[in-house]
Protein backbone atom coordinates (compact mmCIF):
# COMPACT_ATOMS: atom_id res chain seq x y z
CA UNK A 1 0.00 0.00 0.00
CA UNK A 2 1.56 3.43 -0.87
CA UNK A 3 0.43 5.56 2.19
CA UNK A 4 -0.78 8.73 -0.81
CA UNK A 5 -2.83 6.72 -3.25
CA UNK A 6 -6.11 6.85 -3.76
CA UNK A 7 -6.89 4.47 -5.15
CA UNK A 8 -4.65 2.15 -2.48
CA UNK A 9 -7.36 4.05 0.39
CA UNK A 10 -10.32 2.99 -1.47
CA UNK A 11 -9.12 -0.69 -1.93
CA UNK A 12 -8.20 -0.26 2.04
CA UNK A 13 -12.08 1.16 2.72
CA UNK A 14 -10.18 3.77 3.98
CA UNK A 15 -12.02 5.70 1.52
CA UNK A 16 -15.54 5.23 0.66
CA UNK A 17 -15.94 3.96 -2.89
CA UNK A 18 -19.62 1.87 -4.30
CA UNK A 19 -17.94 -1.77 -4.12
CA UNK A 20 -19.29 -4.49 -7.34
CA UNK A 21 -16.13 -6.83 -6.58
CA UNK A 22 -13.40 -7.60 -3.70
CA UNK A 23 -11.55 -10.64 -3.61
CA UNK A 24 -7.89 -11.09 -1.98
CA UNK A 25 -6.24 -9.49 -4.80
CA UNK A 26 -8.66 -7.01 -6.82
CA UNK A 27 -11.03 -4.72 -6.04
CA UNK A 28 -13.37 -3.06 -8.39
CA UNK A 29 -16.07 -0.25 -8.12
CA UNK A 30 -18.16 2.41 -9.85
CA UNK A 31 -15.93 5.76 -11.54
CA UNK A 32 -17.05 8.90 -9.48
CA UNK A 33 -17.62 10.59 -12.70
CA UNK A 34 -19.00 7.92 -14.98
CA UNK A 35 -18.40 8.31 -19.27
CA UNK A 36 -20.80 5.68 -20.06
CA UNK A 37 -23.35 4.13 -18.77
CA UNK A 38 -21.22 1.08 -17.37
CA UNK A 39 -18.20 2.83 -15.86
CA UNK A 40 -16.38 0.33 -13.69
CA UNK A 41 -13.03 0.42 -12.42
CA UNK A 42 -11.04 -2.86 -11.70
CA UNK A 43 -7.30 -2.47 -9.62
CA UNK A 44 -4.75 -5.09 -8.65
CA UNK A 45 -4.95 -4.44 -4.47
CA UNK A 46 -1.02 -4.23 -4.99
CA UNK A 47 -0.13 -1.16 -5.52
CA UNK A 48 1.24 -1.17 -9.20
CA UNK A 49 1.87 2.53 -11.07
CA UNK A 50 0.98 1.91 -13.96
CA UNK A 51 1.41 -0.52 -17.53
CA UNK A 52 4.16 0.49 -17.85
CA UNK A 53 5.67 -1.17 -14.26
CA UNK A 54 4.87 -4.40 -15.28
CA UNK A 55 7.35 -7.09 -16.50
CA UNK A 56 6.78 -10.99 -17.22
CA UNK A 57 6.67 -11.57 -13.43
CA UNK A 58 3.55 -9.97 -12.97
CA UNK A 59 1.94 -11.88 -16.49
CA UNK A 60 -0.15 -14.43 -14.50
CA UNK A 61 -2.48 -11.68 -12.01
CA UNK A 62 -2.62 -9.25 -15.28
CA UNK A 63 -3.90 -12.22 -17.39
CA UNK A 64 -6.48 -12.85 -14.45
CA UNK A 65 -7.26 -9.23 -13.94
CA UNK A 66 -8.50 -9.30 -18.00
CA UNK A 67 -10.49 -12.32 -17.00
CA UNK A 68 -12.34 -11.19 -14.12
CA UNK A 69 -13.11 -8.00 -16.21
CA UNK A 70 -15.05 -9.53 -18.41
CA UNK A 71 -16.85 -11.33 -15.52
CA UNK A 72 -17.51 -7.91 -13.90
CA UNK A 73 -18.70 -6.51 -16.89
CA UNK A 74 -21.42 -8.65 -17.84
CA UNK A 75 -22.72 -9.05 -14.13
CA UNK A 76 -22.51 -5.33 -13.64
CA UNK A 77 -24.63 -4.25 -17.04
CA UNK A 78 -23.05 -5.12 -20.00
CA UNK A 79 -24.45 -7.10 -22.68
CA UNK A 80 -23.31 -10.11 -23.62
CA UNK A 81 -22.53 -11.18 -27.11
CA UNK A 82 -21.31 -9.01 -30.61
CA UNK A 83 -24.18 -6.66 -30.37
CA UNK A 84 -22.90 -5.92 -26.60
CA UNK A 85 -19.84 -5.68 -25.17
CA UNK A 86 -17.53 -3.68 -23.35
CA UNK A 87 -14.73 -1.09 -23.58
CA UNK A 88 -11.24 -1.61 -21.55
CA UNK A 89 -8.81 0.98 -21.28
CA UNK A 90 -5.77 1.11 -19.10
CA UNK A 91 -4.24 4.95 -19.52
CA UNK A 92 -0.42 4.98 -18.10
CA UNK A 93 1.91 7.80 -18.01
CA UNK A 94 0.86 11.51 -18.82
CA UNK A 95 0.56 11.29 -22.67
CA UNK A 96 -1.62 8.13 -21.71
CA UNK A 97 -3.66 10.83 -19.91
CA UNK A 98 -3.40 8.89 -16.42
CA UNK A 99 -4.74 10.75 -13.27
CA UNK A 100 -4.69 8.46 -10.79
CA UNK A 101 -0.99 6.69 -10.36
CA UNK A 102 -2.53 3.21 -9.47
CA UNK A 103 -2.74 0.74 -12.17
CA UNK A 104 -6.66 0.42 -13.00
CA UNK A 105 -8.98 -0.75 -15.87
CA UNK A 106 -11.73 1.04 -17.22
CA UNK A 107 -14.39 -1.16 -17.90
CA UNK A 108 -16.83 1.12 -20.12
CA UNK A 109 -19.92 -0.39 -21.94
CA UNK A 110 -23.73 -0.23 -21.66
CA UNK A 111 -26.44 1.04 -24.31
CA UNK A 112 -25.20 3.83 -26.80
CA UNK A 113 -25.05 6.70 -26.97
CA UNK A 114 -22.42 7.27 -24.23
CA UNK A 115 -21.17 10.57 -22.71
CA UNK A 116 -19.34 12.80 -25.13
CA UNK A 117 -16.47 13.18 -21.94
CA UNK A 118 -13.55 11.19 -23.94
CA UNK A 119 -10.61 11.32 -21.18
CA UNK A 120 -10.89 7.35 -20.93
CA UNK A 121 -11.80 6.61 -24.48
CA UNK A 122 -9.98 9.09 -26.47
P1 LIG B 1 -7.32 7.72 -15.18
O1 LIG B 1 -7.40 9.03 -15.90
O2 LIG B 1 -6.24 7.72 -14.12
O3 LIG B 1 -7.21 6.56 -16.13
O4 LIG B 1 -8.72 7.53 -14.50
C1 LIG B 1 -8.98 7.85 -13.16
C2 LIG B 1 -10.47 7.68 -12.95
O5 LIG B 1 -10.70 7.71 -11.56
C3 LIG B 1 -11.31 8.81 -13.57
O6 LIG B 1 -12.24 8.26 -14.51
C4 LIG B 1 -12.02 9.45 -12.37
O7 LIG B 1 -13.35 9.80 -12.64
C5 LIG B 1 -11.92 8.35 -11.31
N1 LIG B 1 -11.85 8.85 -9.95
C6 LIG B 1 -11.06 9.87 -9.49
N2 LIG B 1 -11.24 10.03 -8.17
C7 LIG B 1 -12.16 9.11 -7.78
C8 LIG B 1 -12.75 8.80 -6.51
O8 LIG B 1 -12.48 9.39 -5.48
N3 LIG B 1 -13.66 7.77 -6.51
C9 LIG B 1 -14.01 7.10 -7.64
N4 LIG B 1 -14.92 6.14 -7.52
N5 LIG B 1 -13.47 7.37 -8.85
C10 LIG B 1 -12.55 8.36 -8.91
ZN1 LIG C 1 -2.03 2.58 -4.84
Same mark, same amino acid.
Not at 32 to 38: H, L, M, R, T
Not at 109 to 121: I, L, Q, V
Given at each position: ????????????????????????????????????????? $? %????? #???? /??? !??????? *? =????????????????????????? $? %????? #???? /??? !??????? *? =??????????????
Amino acid at each position: MSQDCLFCKITAGEIPSKKVYEDADFYAFHDINPAAPVHIL $L %VPKKH #VISM /QHV !DDSDAAW *L =GKMMVLATKIAHENGCRPGPEGGFR $L %VANSG #VEGG /QEI !DHLHLHI *L =GGARPWAKRAAPAA
